[in-house]
């Protein structure tokens, strides 16, 4: 179609209107291109010849002037050669017309001072051997005319050019110079009576490439005189020609392009410049050449207009013959090409017209669907065939039509079709049918997922909080008594930071199976998200033994390994249990109850449960308050920090300060950091308390002597805070305390529960040389599998084992065990709660590398600390 639509075109072009019109507009083209090309030419030699004139006029006049002036310098140095008396001579200037001319003269003796001048002799006695005239004829004997270089007047201070000659004795010798002085008050006139376009100048150039000259608009430009011509076009072409002109573009003087008209001043060393500016050279023509293209273009779209008048008519006939071929052609695209079946039928109900798609959503022999074929006919050929869902005809196919504007047939093979009828203006029928199977499928999904945990397949939190309301109605209305239970899994971010995430969910997918295997179908369970799982346990009789027994089937069932991939994997679950009526009647009741048990439960170590007891309430009530307390001290400052030192166990001297926190709450007074740091961590405030510690004790400790080590401990949950790294380095930068005199000190459970992370973090501080400690050691399970994974700098022994070792035989070999390891290692020891002289004294024999209780210095405020070694050395005395 395409292709046939520009051969039509093509043909329409070669008509002899067609080619008639070209030719014309090709014609005028032409014609333009001359008129415009003899107008430019025109204009240039209109220039060229006025730039000649202006040049010829200029010669004449300087030509003639300086004749004049040097017929008068012939004359008076006759005179003066023939009398020899100056009086005379003098008095003879003044009596002739010499005096009277525009030409100043004046007579230079030989030693280079002016005797008298034509104008007067103010400047009699005046010194001008440095002036380029005098030098001419001193130095030569020719009798030359010389015309000097433009020059400045001492006594009036006017620009002149000076033409002198030689003055010799009756012996030929040198006896002064006699000269006359051409003044540019007298040129700037003669040129300011030239007529030249604005912007274009005149130049009087000598052949030593000085500028004598230069005037614009008809004034003189004094900057421009004496100074050397910038552009050497016209020193290289008069010796190829007296005259002629050249382009000029740019120039120290002038940026627009120029047309510059030379003439050698015939007799004399002098060039005449005429510069005029192509724009205005073009004027004229420019205003000619607009004249002719409005013309050329009016003639042009008169043709182009009658040979478009007469392509369209053409044209329109051209298209009107074969739009009803391309109509019918795109019609039948787009039949071909629908996504719905599509059939219209007339007001007897037979097919006007029927696409492919309509036989294939019915899977309709070919022949049912050409024109003229009954609905009925393709209705009975469907209902035979068991592929017809839609509307009750009871013989009437009329009912197909009439049943609704919209209807789903469910066919046979399970797809379902959305039928849409409509009639059309001539009585008949337009129907379009759709597969809306997928659409239906999508949409169940999606319900589905609104509804129900992606991963797991289990209802989601929005339906757990509606069967738990629909139970707590059910109570309301009948009585029936049902429980909650809320379960998180034990160790299972351990199983997410080893094996990875995706294994994580494998995980949880297995958990859901078998947590589902120990439920009834009158059970409800459902995943909160993350481990987190509750269910809605209903039971008849004896709530707490139906939720005891529920809650040991799962326990057992959870312990027993999981197999992921070659991976065997080992959880627990923790759960915490609410009654309903015996701990609440409401969803929000119930199941902040059911929260505190599992807290409860998760503190006795795990796989365990929990019934809700009303204490958990005041402990949790408690420890709100402690938080709140809390927030409120972080506030008004009243936190702050003691400290306590670390002595050398053999010298004791002290090798560093340790930063302990300390609550100077309002009503209890101080309060150790074991009675508020949990829940500074549970609440996450320990962040924010930790980063004011470190930078406080930061800068405390820049004060201290260089060699005395500040050690700070870090919370395992602040190893969580992907800030935690900004904020030490932060606070060194901030205190200017240098890395190497801060030890960070963490405890094995941070390790154990943040392994990966606190690694990740800790590389970080050895990296700019901060210390690391393993603090509390000998009271984890994985100790040595940590001293073998990070290099830590040293090992803090636990005060428990400190203050047995004078009492259990077990406790000095623990001690002696890590100190050997430590030795192993090249790692220090710091012994914690040394409260006795009979304790220093066992674990300096047994090796330790420093010490730190009570024995040295209870921990109080920095004003408190005292770095010298004597105290130490008087209070331990006896343990020496």
């Not at 010796?239 to 050698?264: C, D, I, N």
């Not at 101080?670 to 829940?679: A, G, K, T, Y």
């Not at 510690?693 to 969580?720: D, G, Y």
């Not at 590398?849 to 600390?865: C, D, M, T, V, Y």
Request: glycine residues 6%.
């Amino acid at each position: 179609m395409y292709v046939q639509r520009r051969l039509a075109w093509a043909r329409l072009v070669l008509q002899p209107l067609t080619l008639v019109a070209t030719m014309t507009v090709i014609a005028i083209a032409c014609i333009l291109v001359y008129l415009v090309k003899y107008e430019n030419g025109h204009a240039h030699d209109s220039a060229v010849k006025n730039g000649n004139n202006l040049a010829e006029a200029i010669e004449h006049y300087l030509s003639s002037s300086i004749r004049s002036a040097d017929e008068m310098l012939l004359l008076a140095r006759s005179y003066l050669t023939i009398h020899q008396d100056e009086q005379s001579f003098l008095s003879w200037i003044r009596q002739s017309r010499i005096a009277e001319s525009a030409f100043r003269m004046t007579l230079v003796g030989s030693d280079g001072k002016i005797k008298f001048s034509s104008t007067g002799t103010q400047v009699a006695g005046l010194d001008v051997r440095d002036r380029d005239y005098f030098q001419a004829h001193v130095d030569s004997e020719s009798d030359e005319l010389f015309i000097s270089k433009p020059l400045k007047f001492r006594a009036t201070g006017r620009w002149s050019i000076v033409v002198s000659r030689r003055v010799n004795l009756s012996d030929g010798s040198f006896a002064g110079v006699i000269n006359a002085a051409f003044e540019y008050d007298r040129l700037e006139k003669f040129l300011s009576s030239l007529e030249l376009d604005t912007g274009g100048f005149i130049a009087l150039i000598g052949l030593d490439g000085i500028i004598r000259a230069r005037a614009v608009d008809g004034r003189l430009m004094p900057e421009a005189i004496g100074r050397s011509l910038p552009d050497a076009n016209a020193l290289r072409l008069y010796k190829q020609a007296p005259s002629g002109h050249y382009w000029m573009t740019g120039g120290e003087f002038e940026q627009s392009r120029r047309m510059v008209t030379y003439r050698l001043v015939k007799g004399f060393p002098l060039i005449v410049l005429i510069a005029q500016i192509e724009r205005n050279i073009l004027v004229r023509a420019e205003a000619t050449k607009k004249a002719y293209y409005g013309f050329a273009s009016a003639a042009a779209t008169v043709v182009l207009l009658a040979a478009a008048f007469g392509i369209s008519r053409r044209r329109k006939l051209t298209i009107a013959s074969e739009a009803l071929k391309d109509t019918n052609a795109r019609f039948s695209t787009a039949l071909a090409h629908m996504s719905q079946g599509l059939c219209m039928f007339d007001a007897a109900h037979r097919i006007v017209v029927a696409n492919d798609r309509y036989r294939e959503l019915f899977q309709l022999p070919a022949e049912l669907i050409q024109p003229g074929t009954n609905l009925a006919k393709i209705l009975d050929y469907r209902i035979a065939a068991g592929n017809y869902g839609g509307p009750a005809l009871n013989g009437d196919v009329t009912a197909y039509f009439n049943h609704s504007d919209e209807f789903q047939e469910e066919l046979s093979d399970g797809r379902v079709v959305l039928t849409i009828c409509g009639k059309t203006n001539e009585g008949g029928w337009l129907t379009t049918h759709k597969d809306i199977s997928e659409r239906l499928k999508h949409e169940a999904q999606v319900l589905f997922l609104a509804h129900h945990d992606a991963l797991t397949g289990l209802p989601n939190r929005a339906v757990f909080w509606e069967r738990m309301a629909d139970a707590c109605a059910r109570h309301r209305r009948l009585g029936m008594l049902f429980n909650i239970l809320v379960l998180d899994l034990d160790r299972f971010k351990q199983v997410n930071d080893t094996l990875g995430h995706p294994a994580g969910d494998t995980l949880l997918i297995q958990v859901a199976g078998r947590l589902k295997s120990t439920l009834r179908d009158t059970d409800v369970l459902a995943r909160l998200g993350g481990d987190e799982f509750a269910l809605v346990q209903s039971c008849e009789t004896d709530p707490r033994g139906s939720a005891q027994s529920l809650a040991s089937r799962i326990i057992n069932a959870i312990v027993e390994p999981f197999t992921i991939g070659a991976e065997e994997v080992t959880i627990g679950t923790s759960i915490g249990i609410a009654l309903a009526p015996e701990h609440g009647t409401t969803s929000d009741g119930l199941l902040k109850m059911a929260d505190l048990a599992l807290y409860h439960a998760k503190s006795q170590g795990g796989s365990s449960y929990a019934f809700f007891d009303p204490a958990f309430s005041a402990a949790a009530n408690d420890q709100r308050q402690i938080e709140d307390d809390l927030r409120s001290a972080i506030t008004l400052g009243q936190l702050e920090l003691h400290y306590q030192p670390i002595v050398d166990a053999t010298t004791m001297d002290t090798r560093g300060v340790e930063a302990l926190l300390r609550w100077r709450h309002p009503q209890k007074g101080l309060i150790n950091p074991e009675q508020f740091v949990p829940s500074a961590e549970a609440s996450g405030l320990i962040t924010r308390i930790g980063e004011w510690v470190l930078l406080t004790a930061c800068m405390e400790a820049a004060n201290w002597p260089s060699t005395i080590k500040l050690a700070v401990n870090l919370s395992a949950v602040q190893f969580r805070s992907p800030r935690l790294a900004d904020q030490v380095i932060c606070a060194l930068a901030q205190s200017g305390l240098p890395p190497e005199r801060l030890e960070l000190e963490i405890t094995e459970t941070a390790l154990v529960r943040n392994q990966s992370e606190c690694l990740a973090v800790l590389r970080q501080f050895k990296a700019v040389g901060i210390s690391i400690a393993l603090d509390d050691f000998g009271t984890g399970y994985s100790s040595l599998s940590h001293l073998t994974t990070f290099p830590f700098d040293k090992i803090k022994i636990d005060k428990s084992f400190t203050q047995n070792i004078t009492k259990r035989a077990d406790s000095a070999a623990v001690i002696s065990a890590i100190l050997a390891l430590a030795q192993s290692l090249d790692v220090e020891t710091t012994a914690e709660g040394v409260e006795t002289e009979e304790q220093l004294k066992l674990l300096r024999m047994a090796g330790v590398s420093s010490i730190q209780g009570h024995l040295i210095k209870r921990p109080g405020p920095a004003s408190e600390l005292r770095f010298s070694s004597r105290s130490f050395h008087q209070k331990v005395g006896h343990a020496a």
